[in-house]
């Protein structure tokens, strides 16, 4: 799905200690995207499923990650919810 948009995926399932982001991936831009999926019928009701905790342990890992990944310190980022 998305490298058919034109981004490269680094992670699937990135987990650590206190977090979890379902894709990693970068655009044709380097724009670092931290991914999380839900299965949902509507887009809306996918982003109203993510909830506080589930966000603080998203940008724990997204914090991690860049921390892992010196080369990408200085990259844009951006947090995403796909439905599909």
Do not use: H, N
């Not at 995207?33 to 909830?51: C, H, N, P, S």
């Not at 990650?65 to 990259?75: G, K, L, M, Q, V």
Request: charged residues 25%; hydrophobic residues 50%; without cysteine.
């Amino acid at each position: 799905m998305l490298q058919a948009k034109g981004y490269t995926v680094l992670a699937r399932r990135y987990r650590v200690r206190g977090g979890e982001v379902d894709l990693i991936a970068a655009d044709a831009d380097g724009v670092l995207a931290f991914v999380e999926v839900k299965a949902r019928a509507i887009g809306a009701d996918a982003l109203a499923a993510v909830g506080a905790r589930q966000r603080a342990r998203i940008v724990t890992g997204a914090l991690t990650y860049i921390a892992e990944t010196p080369e990408r310190a200085a990259s844009p980022l951006r947090f995403d919810v796909i439905a599909v």
